[in-house]
C-alpha cells in the first residue's frame, strides 16, 4: 500500500503548523487554526496525517457539512505523485 518511508497516524495538535502550511501552499483559501481544531474535535478518527522522514507530508481530514461530506486530500506539491494520496483515502 504504502512505501516503508511513510507512516500514517492519527493527528495530533502539535501538527497543525504542517497542516497549515500545507493547506495554504495547495489551495487557494486559508483557514485559521480554530477551524482545524473543530473539525479534529468533531471527528478525531477522521483527521489522518501521513508523515516522512518525521515531517508532515499530507493530510486527509473529513467532514460534514449541512447533511453532506467534505473531505480534503492534500500533501506536499513534492509528494502529489505517489501513493500517499490513496494510502490515506484508504485509511478512512
Known sequence: MLEAPYLLRPFHPDDLSSVIEINRVCLPENYSPYFFLEVYKSCPEAFIIAEKERKVAGY???????????????????????????????TL
Open 60 to 90: 486527509i481530514m473529513c467532514r460534514l457539512e449541512f447533511g453532506f461530506s467534505k473531505t480534503w486530500v492534500l500533501t506536499r506539491p513534492g509528494l502529489r505523485h505517489t501513493t500517499i494520496m490513496m494510502a490515506l483515502m484508504l
